[in-house]
């Protein structure tokens, strides 16, 4: 996956991501809305096997780093997920402290769901957005999703299920 915008590009993962993405993952105030961070060692060795063998297809998540300067800024993309027994492909957009605030997320996340709409000809895209984080939900409604619904997740939180939905779907 490859995908540019003014400011950024999303691009596949490489060997100089694998320490900036495990201190993405391992950050509490990154990770707070989506189940807390992960555990350092864990994430590079999933790294490591992504690198390995680069998933296929156009879902996953992906760096995203400054077209400027090529700083790993965050990890965005397109994934698989089970909502209530539907099939959806779920929106995600993680950024590294230092680049919140900047309008990174509603940029990419444009960039995104055009993809996903006008490329995968996905007629749905949603988001899973903690209630209690307001900057999702700006984002969200940025990016013209509207919420649907609250729905339960296997661990008993409870998500708003944002959805953006092509003309006619």
């Known amino acids: 996956m490859r995908?540019?915008?003014?400011?950024?590009?999303?691009r596949p993962l490489v060997p100089a991501d694998v320490?900036?993405?495990?201190?993405l993952w391992a950050d509490p105030d990154v990770t707070r809305f989506m189940g807390g961070p992960r555990e350092p060692e864990t994430v590079?060795?999933?790294?490591?096997?992504?690198?390995?063998a680069?998933?296929?297809?156009?879902?996953?998540?992906?760096?995203?780093?400054?077209?400027?300067s090529e700083e790993f800024?965050?990890?965005?993309?397109?994934?698989a997920k089970d909502v209530d027994?539907?099939?959806?492909?779920?929106?995600?957009?993680?950024?590294?402290?230092?680049?919140?605030?900047?309008?990174y997320a509603t940029e990419i996340g444009s960039a995104l769901?055009?993809?996903?709409?006008?490329?995968?000809?996905?007629?749905?895209?949603v988001s899973l957005i903690d209630p209690d984080n307001g900057d999702s939900r700006r984002v969200a409604a940025k990016l013209g999703m509207t919420m649907e619904k609250v729905v339960s997740r296997p661990d008993g939180s409870s998500r708003e299920l944002w959805v953006s939905e092509t003309v006619g779907a």
């Open 85 to 103: 027994g539907r099939s959806e492909v779920e929106l995600l957009y993680v950024f590294a402290r230092g680049a919140w605030g900047m309008g």
């Open 54 to 68: 680069p998933p296929e297809g156009p879902l996953g998540q992906w760096p995203v780093v400054d077209r400027g």
């Open 113 to 125: 769901l055009r993809f996903a709409h006008e490329e995968l000809g996905l007629a749905r895209v």
């Open 44 to 52: 590079r060795r999933i790294l490591e096997g992504e690198i390995e």
């Open 3 to 10: 995908l540019e915008t003014e400011r950024l590009l999303l």
């Open 73 to 79: 800024i965050g990890d965005c993309g397109l994934v």
């Open 19 to 23: 320490e900036p993405e495990v201190r």
